[in-house]
Each structure stands twice: as structure tokens, then as C-alpha cells.
């Protein structure tokens, strides 16, 4: 599986995730929110339903890292989902995925066909990464009630996940430009 948004490797070994930068685009934007899940209501799905619609996508599709599971299967959870579908539909899909241990252990790459954004789903630590060109923060921003980058209401909280690993903080913050002067600009 290939994606122009995404770092994808075929093999487990290969694997990419945060703190890392899974997205290829040098010029995309990055914005974060809690993760453990795509959206957290009905209401917020449809507003990324209507997003995408906007985005001019008919689809978007779920490909799991399969570098950051322990795991026996050779190939990754991968599903293609309606922008028509309500948050039922999707939870309905994600459900046919057995894990060894649940949903939400696992990390996810969610995108388009269209190439100008990318969601990664990751779970250490567990937020969303949203990674978007510019003209497109300002719709995934109100689809997730995203303030500036969204670092700042997060830094707490991410914070801790890296306690132990002061050094990972730091290049999380790094390779998703998190403090940089021109994102400074464009989320304010």
C-alpha cells in the first residue's frame, strides 16, 4: 500500500511512527487533538464528512501501522469509507478489525484520494495528528475545535506520555514544527 501523504512501510521493521514524521509533504501544517478516536460524536463526523465532501473526496480510506503491534498477521486492517457514512458506519467497519487487544492499541493512517491531507491516528501517545497544506487548516481547525496548532492544549498531557523520554518530546516537537515562527502566523 502506497500513499503520497504517508511514510508507509511494507514490512514491520521498517515501520515509522511518532515521534518520527510519518508524513511525506515538507510543506504541510500539523495540528493535534486527544486521540482514541477518529471523531468523538455524530456531530463531529458529519463536520469531517462534510469536510472531506469539500476536499472534493467520495471516500477516504484506514490503513493500520502494522510497525507498532505485536502481532502475527501478515497484513495490515485497511477499509474504505464512504464521505455518505455516519459515525455508525464507520465504528461498524473499524469493528470488523480484531486486534489482539482492541481498536485503539493499534496506530492508523487516515486519508483521501486527494493528497493535501492526511490524519494519523497514533496511541503513544494518544492523539490525532492532523497534517494539512495551508488552505486547509482553517476547515480541519473548526471540524476539530482545534485552537492554534493544538499543541498548547495538549502539551500537558503529551507531556507525561514522554516523561520518561524527555528527548522524544523534543523531536516530536521538531519534526512537526510545533513552535515554528511560520505556524505561529497561520494559526493565529
Given at each position: ?13 521498517g515501520a ?14 500539523y495540528?493535534?487533538t ?9 456531530v463531529?463526523?458529519?463536520k469531517l464528512m462534510h469536510?472531506?465532501?469539500?476536499f472534493?473526496?467520495?471516500?477516504f ?16 486492517f485497511y477499509a474504505k ?12 467497519v473499524?469493528n ?10 493499534n496506530?492508523f493512517?487516515i486519508y ?6 492526511g490524519?494519523?491516528l ?5 492523539i490525532?495528528?492532523?497534517g494539512c497544506?495551508e488552505n486547509?487548516v482553517?476547515?480541519f ?6 485552537k ?12 507525561k ?6 528527548e522524544?518530546?523534543?523531536?516530536l ?5 510545533l513552535y ?9
Amino acid at each position: 500500500m502506497t500513499t503520497s501523504v504517508f511514510k508507509i512501510s511494507n514490512t514491520k521493521e521498517g515501520a515509522i511512527y511518532p515521534p518520527e514524521q510519518v508524513f511525506w509533504k515538507q510543506d504541510f501544517l500539523y495540528m493535534f487533538t486527544i486521540g482514541g478516536h477518529l471523531v468523538g460524536s455524530e456531530v463531529n463526523y458529519q463536520k469531517l464528512m462534510h469536510c472531506l465532501k469539500k476536499f472534493n473526496e467520495k471516500c477516504f480510506f484506514i490503513l493500520e501501522n502494522m510497525g507498532t503491534v505485536i502481532t502475527d498477521r501478515e497484513d495490515p486492517f485497511y477499509a474504505k469509507i464512504s464521505v455518505l457514512s455516519n459515525l455508525s458506519d464507520f465504528n461498524n467497519v473499524v469493528n470488523q478489525f480484531d486486534p489482539p487487544f482492541g481498536f485503539y492499541i493499534n496506530d492508523f493512517f487516515i486519508y483521501g484520494e486527494n493528497d493535501n491531507w492526511g490524519i494519523y491516528l497514533c496511541e503513544c501517545p494518544t492523539i490525532n495528528i492532523i497534517g494539512c497544506r495551508e488552505n486547509y487548516v482553517k476547515d480541519f481547525s473548526e471540524v476539530f475545535n482545534i485552537k492554534g496548532n493544538g499543541f498548547d492544549s495538549l502539551k500537558d498531557f503529551i507531556g507525561k506520555e514522554y516523561e520518561n523520554h524527555p528527548e522524544l518530546l523534543q523531536k516530536l516537537i521538531s519534526n512537526y514544527n510545533l513552535y515554528a515562527s511560520k505556524n505561529d502566523k497561520i494559526f493565529t
